[in-house]
């Protein structure tokens, strides 16, 4: 039996092959998450874009049909990726929230300029954030 602080509670009394196993899966779950953020962080980057040019033209922070649309459209590839379609719809839900509160805050800091200041999403100087 090892214990091993890098397998939190499951690493107490594990056979080292379990263990090793275990952390091998633990180091490709770390790897995705590091991925999604960089992903999201690329993401928010583009729909800052998006932010900007409807502020600069005057356009309404929400897309209510595109929303629609694009939440479809998840669910039918989640379903295909053998993933929860309803997780994904509030998952996707979530970000749309985000991007369409960054989208009124650029509206709202640009004026007739349509630059915005500088925001990312859920951070401190976010001046949307909640």
Do not use: C, W
Not at 31 to 52: H, M, P, S
Not at 94 to 99: L, N
């Amino acid at each position: 039996m090892s214990t091993d602080p890098r397998a939190g509670e499951a690493g107490t009394q594990v056979e080292p092959e379990v263990l090793e196993e275990l952390l091998s899966m633990r180091a490709s779950i770390d790897n995705i998450d590091a991925t999604l953020v960089y992903l999201l962080a690329e993401r928010f980057k583009a729909t800052q874009r998006v932010g900007v040019l409807k502020a600069k033209h005057q356009l309404p922070a929400a897309d209510p049909a595109r929303e629609k649309n694009q939440i479809s459209r998840l669910k039918r590839l989640a379903h295909e990726a053998q993933l929860d379609p309803e997780f994904a719809e509030k998952f996707l839900n979530f970000i749309i929230e985000e991007v369409i509160r960054h989208h009124e805050a650029i509206s709202a800091s640009s004026g007739a300029t349509g630059q915005p200041g500088p925001a990312r999403a859920g951070s401190s100087d976010d001046p949307t954030a909640r």
